[in-house]
T-cell receptor
């Protein structure tokens, strides 16, 4: 499985500011995903990021609030814009397993965000 | 009704006990079933991956899928304090890259 790192691991931010989270993978992958995990809730997919194309956002998530970059096959960023306390959560990036027609997902360690 | 239901617990058991973790689902198109383990302050780690119905065993862990009942289970034998974590079930339709996750069950194994 791929080794995935995220920066920062945690942060405390003021409302109205923006934070960019980085995700680095040790191998080239086609599909990268960004999730949000709120306490007591299941993982919620924010968007799918493929290299060379615009990210695909899930219902309830918009590009203006969560812009994503995918400049190459090993790196992606997620920005949480104009933050409010409701954005306090764990943000996870994941990658597909890369094999065959059915892929499972492997996750990074997460970024713990607290918005005051 | 959510597509995947999972009791959040916490489930507290003594060391050495057999643990049973379960999920139910409503989408009959799910064909792939996964269990992830998530330690505190860590990302989810893929533990078991099963296609369709049946059992799969890996060491102390057994994953069981009953598609007729839309019910999956993860059994942990001889549980250890190091098994204390949150266990998330996840399911995927055939041809989909996006799993649907349960809320996770918090497991505490006390010495």
């Amino acid at each position: 499985s791929a080794v995935i790192s995220q920066k920062p691991s945690r942060d405390i931010c003021q409302r109205g500011t923006s934070l960019t989270i980085q995700c680095q993978v040790d191998s080239q992958v086609t599909m990268m995903f960004w999730y949000r995990q709120q306490p007591g809730q299941s993982l919620t997919l924010i968007a799918t990021a493929n290299q060379g194309s615009e990210a695909t956002y899930e219902s309830g998530f918009v590009i203006d609030k969560f812009p994503i970059s995918r400049p190459n096959l090993t790196f992606s960023t997620l920005t949480v814009s104009n933050m409010s306390p409701e954005d306090s959560s764990i943000y996870l990036c994941s990658v597909g397993s890369g094999g065959g027609t059915q892929e499972t997902q492997y996750f990074g360690p997460g970024t713990r965000l607290l918005v005051l | 009704q959510k597509e995947v239901e999972q009791d959040p617990g916490p489930l507290s058991v003594p060391e050495g006990a057999i643990v049973s973790l379960n999920c139910t689902y409503s989408n009959s198109a799910f064909q792939y079933f996964m269990w992830y383990r998530q330690y505190s302050r860590k990302g989810p780690e893929l533990l078991m991956y099963t296609y369709s119905s049946g059992n799969k065993e890996d060491g102390r862990f057994t994953a069981q899928v009953d598609k007729s009942s839309k019910y999956i289970s993860l059994f942990i034998r001889d549980s250890q304090p190091s098994d204390s974590a949150t266990y998330l079930c996840a399911m995927q339709e055939g041809g989909s890259y996006i799993p649907t996750f349960g809320r996770g069950t918090s497991l505490i194994v006390h010495p």
